[in-house]
Every structure is written in C-alpha cells, then in structure tokens.
C-alpha cells in the first residue's frame, strides 16, 4: 500500500503468468454465486473491522485477520448484495511539513519548497473467495504526486484448503503475488509493516535492505506455504521481474536490478496464542542475482555481470487484545543484508562486498479500537560504500555511508470500524498526525550531503486522512 530496468528474465509474461492472474481478478469481478467477495471485507465476513484488525482499521492483523488471510480470504458469513461485490476504494489525503524547506531544484512538479497538501493515492482493491478454496486481494493505485497509475500490492490465493493431521488444523495454499512479504500474516515484515502510511512529499533515507520494496510491484512471485495448528507457519517460493514491456503498462519500474534468474524466498514462524494475547517470533531469507539498472528507465545491463543480495531476517511481534478497551501492541524485525556488487562496482575502483544491516521497532497502545498511540525506531547502518551511497544534494551521503536512524511518533483516530459504527460496514476513515525525527540521515547528523542539509532538516510532520469505501 503505501507505497515503492530491459533484461527481465521471463518468456511471455503476459500469457504464461499475467493472463490466469487477470483471468482470477476478473473471475472475482464476474462471479455472483457461489462467489463471496467484498468492497471491505466486514462485508463478506459479516463482521466488523476490529474482528480482524487492530484499532478498527487496516492493515494490522488480529488472530482472526491472519486466519483469514492463511486460509485465502474465502470466509464468509456476509448477507445481502453487499457481501457478493468484490470492490473496495481507497483514498489517502496528507498536509507535509518538513522541518526545512526542500532545495529549489528538487520540488517535485506541481507542489511547493514545503507545507503541501497533497492527494497521495486512490486505490480501487478487487478481492475476496471464489467458493472455499480461492481468493485473492489486487490493488490498483493512481497518485496525484507523479500523476500515474500503476498495479499496486497483489496477492492471489489459486487453491488453499485444509487437512486434519494428529486431530489439528493443516492448511495448505499456494500464492501468486508481486511484492515479497505482501502475502505475509505478520505486520513484522516490510510490506504491511509500520510506517503504514508516509509522507510521499518528504525526503526518505536513501538505504534499504532488499526485503524492503526492491520487489515490490516489479515481480511476479510463486510460493507454497503451510500452517499447523494455528501455530507453525511455513513458506517458500521463487520471485523474477517482469519484463521492461510488462512493467511499462503497469506503471512501474526496476529497482535494484532486474532477475538473472529465480529469486529464492524462505519463510518460517511460530505463533503462540493464549488467553488475550498472542506473539510469534519468525525467520526470512531471500537472495537475489540482478543485473543492474543503467540509469534509464525500464533498462538494465548484464555487461559487467551481476549484484547479488542475500537478506537474513528475523522478527518477532505481541499483541494484548483484552476485551477491545485496552489493546498493547510491539513488533520489532532486523535485518542483516549481504552484497557481492561486482556488475555495479566494475570501473570504479572501488571493492565489491559489502553489508547493510536494519532494525525496525514499534509499540502502539489502543482504547475501545479508537483512539491510537505509536512509537516507531528506524535504524540503518552499514560500511563506507562509495559504489552505491555517493554525495549529491539532498538525497546523497557526503561520507559514503547508509547509516540513518529515524524515530515515528503517531497519533490516531478512527470513529468507525465497530459494530454499531455510523455507515458499517460500508465505509472506514482513519485521521492521524505523525511526526518523524532524524537524528541521522544518510551517514551523518550535520551537512550529510556535502551541500549544507542537517538531518533534522528532514523532520517531518504529516497530516493524514485515509478513508475506506
């Protein structure tokens, strides 16, 4: 959701892989019966928004949401017309305010130095079951800041059902998605995971492990997973980037490179629920061979070779839900990231290996699903690296080094998302106010870009609106 050149290793995309893609969405559009889909997904469930999200609203998962997501979005329990339409919108309106103004060359077109509101996104989602083994959730975005549409976070279930072994629960499922970790329960891992929303304004710390969004809407991703007794979860599968013609229609672009070949994805965790609470501790790995952009869009280049990236991850998450007056979450995840840059190092005389390492932390406090506290800590860190982090204004690192170090504060309201909820369950709206501090940017505190910029300069305060329909 919120919200991240040609060398792609794919034969026929379109046919071989984005055809049954577009064929299960529209089959979620299309089918009446026995199909059960949503606008939201109270609507299909019959329940309301706090059933499977924390504070009323997405996209923090309840023990219920993670069921429900796992067992591929095909739960029912809705009644009437509502419950059988697959459609959902989106729109996020925000005021930035960065602590300096930004350079004169650097404003994005059409907004000013500072202080801009802003329409960031409108989103129309298509998900839900088709009967009780296929489902899926699709998001197409168009964003006032660049004025583009694009294919947005995807995640397709083909077939997930459910076996008895030794008297508990086994599902298994299978999923096409386009963006590591978007098919993932846990709000631990990068894509459904804390900031939920950012400014689309404001300067962002230029360093990010691969996990983080080098995937993300670029490729196209097949995994098999398993679940045992609401508590062991397993998952692996493969990712390639789509092709420069496929992401051109789609709206977006290569990141870190594009594939050389299969993208390997591992995932494991295991969850503990009793009582009110629930927690889970869990692991990643993905590792990656690409060919590196050439500065153009849609292309890349294999004449010097290949990068290679190598993510470790872990994570860990806890969640008191009580009876929904007093509701306490933390989450934390670290990543140690491994790069063998040889394609993008070539020439320039600098070495090839090099680390990037990761943590992201958060706790939010809860009253009655409606009023909203969070604390979030954002660190980077890493060696000299001249190859990928070079000094330019703004957005450059003066020394050559990652290191950023970020703390998220957030206040939140969200009146609706209840049972007895005005417009339930047709309509959502969460109103919130957050504060980023830097006290590191881009390898340093004062004048990390060589061009005068303090990292407290980046200090943001955002205004939001974010509305479900």
């Known amino acids: ?84 339409i697959p459609v959902s919108l989106m729109a996020i309106t925000t005021f930035t305010n960065t602590n300096s103004s930004l350079p004169a060359d650097q404003v994005p077109q059409h907004y000013g130095a500072n202080n801009n509101p802003s329409l960031d996104q409108i989103s129309l989602f298509v998900g839900g079951g088709i009967g009780e083994h296929v489902g899926g959730l699709a998001q197409f975005t168009w964003t006032d800041v660049d004025n583009t549409f694009h294919v947005d976070n995807t995640d397709l279930r083909p077939y997930v059902t459910t076996f008895t072994v030794g008297g508990k629960d086994l599902v298994v499922g299978a999923t ?143 969640q008191f839900l009580g009876d929904g007056t007093h509701i306490a979450t933390l989450q934390a995840n670290y990543t140690y990231e491994s790069q063998n840059l040889g394609a993008t190092s070539s020439g320039t005389g600098y070495g090839a290996k090099y680390s990037l390492n990761q943590i992201k932390a958060n706790a939010s406090y809860w009253y009655q699903n409606t009023y909203g506290a969070t604390l979030g800590w954002q660190k980077t860190w890493g060696p000299t690296n001249p190859v990928l982090y070079a000094q330019s204004e703004l957005s450059g690192s003066a020394n050559n080094k990652p290191n950023s170090n970020a703390f998220i504060f957030e206040a939140d309201w969200v009146p609706f998302g209840k049972d007895d909820s005005l417009w339930a369950p047709f309509m959502n709206m969460k109103l919130g106010l957050q504060y980023t501090l830097y006290t590191q940017f881009n390898g340093g505190g004062t004048n990390y870009d060589g061009a005068g910029r303090n990292a407290g300069d980046n200090n943001t305060l955002l205004a939001f609106a974010w509305w479900m329909f």
């Open 1 to 84: 959701m919120a919200i991240n050149k040609g060398g792609a290793v794919m034969t026929n995309p379109v046919r071989r892989v984005f055809l049954p893609l577009f064929l299960l969405v529209g089959a979620m559009v299309l089918a009446a019966k026995p199909a059960e889909a949503i606008p939201a997904f109270a609507q299909q469930t019959g329940q309301p928004c706090t059933a499977c999200h924390i504070g009323a609203f997405g996209p923090q998962l309840t023990p219920t949401g993670r069921a429900f997501k796992i067992t591929g979005y095909t739960q029912g329990g809705g009644e009437g017309l509502a419950s059988k």
């Open 176 to 318: 096409v998605n386009n963006n590591p970790t978007v098919q993932d329960p846990y709000n631990t891992t990068p894509a459904w995971g804390y900031p939920y929303i950012l400014s689309a304004l404001a300067p962002t710390p230029a360093a990010n492990v691969m996990l983080s969004g080098s995937f993300a809407a670029n490729s196209i991703g097949t995994t098999l997973y398993a679940q045992y007794d609401s508590k062991i979860y397993v998952e692996g599968g493969v990712y390639n980037t789509l092709s420069p013609w496929t992401l051109q229609r789609f709206g977006n672009d290569y990141s870190i490179g594009s594939t050389t070949s299969p993208a390997p994805y591992l995932r494991a965790a295991y969850e503990w629920q009793w009582g009110s609470s629930a927690a889970h501790v869990g692991a990643m790995l993905m590792h990656a061979d690409v060919h590196p952009g050439t500065g153009l869009p849609y292309q890349t280049t294999g004449l010097n070779g290949g990068d290679h990236y190598t993510d470790y991850s872990a994570d860990a998450g806890y």
